[in-house]
C-alpha cells in the first residue's frame, strides 16, 4: 500500500486483556500519531510521538515508535467495551496520510 | 469537542450534478483539511488550506476544487460528481502546521448515483 499498513485489521479480545496495533509507514516523519474512531464519527486524536522519542504514555495507552524499522505500535492496556472503535496511525508534514486502521472490540 | 459543523450530514445524489460540501469551524485555526474515507483506505487527504485564500492539492484532488473565503469556512465542492465520488467525507482543522494533532468533524455520507 502507498499509504503504509496497519495490522492486525481487525482485533477481537475480552475485557481487562491488553490490546496491541501495529503500525508501518513509508517516509521519513517529524510525528507520528494516533486517533480513534467510533462507528458514525469523526477521528479523535489519542497521542502524538516525536520522531526523537522511543515511548510515550498516557493514561492507558503506551505508544513505541522505530524509525530505524519505520514502524509504530500502540498498545491499550486493561481494555473496557468502550475502547471498541477503529484506530488509525498517521503521519506526515505537509501531507498527513493514514494508515488502513484496525478495528478493535472488545466484549464485555 | 472542537466545534466543527458539516453540512450537509447525508446527501444522495445524481452522477454529473454539481455537489458543495461544507464544513464550518468556530476555533479560528488556520489549518483546515478535506478528507475521504473508503474501506480498506483509511483517511486520504483531497486538499488543504493554511489561510483564508491559501489552498493547496493533496494525495487526491482530480475532481475536486475548495475555496475558503473565510476562516471560520471551508468548502469542498465536486463540479460533476461521479459514482467514484461516493464516500464518506471529513473535515479536520488544526492550529498550527499540518504534522499536528487535527481535530475532526462528524463526517457527510455522499452518495452518487
Known amino acids: 500500500s502507498q499509504q503504509g499498513e496497519e495490522d492486525p485489521q481487525a482485533l477481537s479480545i475480552q475485557e481487562g486483556e491488553n490490546a496491541t496495533m501495529n503500525c508501518s509507514y513509508k517516509?521519513?516523519?517529524?510525528?507520528l500519531q494516533w486517533y480513534r474512531q467510533n462507528s458514525g464519527r469523526g477521528l479523535v486524536h489519542l497521542i502524538l510521538i516525536r520522531s526523537n522519542e522511543r515511548e510515550k504514555h498516557s493514561g492507558r495507552l503506551r505508544v513505541t515508535l522505530d524509525t530505524s524499522k519505520k514502524s509504530s505500535s500502540l498498545l491499550i492496556t486493561a481494555s473496557r467495551a468502550a475502547d471498541t472503535a477503529s484506530y488509525f496511525c498517521a503521519w506526515g508534514n505537509n501531507d498527513m496520510r493514514f494508515g488502513a486502521g484496525t478495528r478493535l472490540t472488545v466484549k464485555p | 469537542d472542537a466545534g466543527i459543523t458539516q453540512s450537509p450530514r447525508h446527501k444522495v445524489t445524481e452522477t454529473g450534478t454539481p455537489v458543495t460540501l461544507r464544513c464550518h469551524q468556530t476555533?479560528?485555526?488556520?489549518?483546515m483539511y478535506w478528507y475521504r474515507q473508503d474501506p480498506g483506505h483509511g483517511l486520504r487527504l483531497i486538499h488543504y488550506s493554511y489561510g483564508v485564500k491559501d489552498t493547496d492539492k493533496g494525495e487526491v484532488s482530480d475532481g475536486y476544487s475548495v475555496s475558503r473565503s473565510k476562516t471560520e469556512d471551508f468548502l469542498l465542492t465536486l463540479e460533476s460528481a461521479t459514482s467514484s465520488q461516493t464516500s464518506v467525507y471529513f473535515c479536520?482543522?488544526?492550529?498550527?502546521?499540518?504534522?499536528?494533532?487535527?481535530?475532526f468533524g462528524d463526517g457527510t455520507r455522499l452518495s452518487i448515483l
Open positions: 476555533e479560528n485555526h488556520r489549518y
Open positions: 517516509t521519513s516523519i517529524n510525528n
Open positions: 479536520a482543522i488544526s492550529e498550527s502546521q499540518t504534522n499536528q494533532p487535527q481535530h
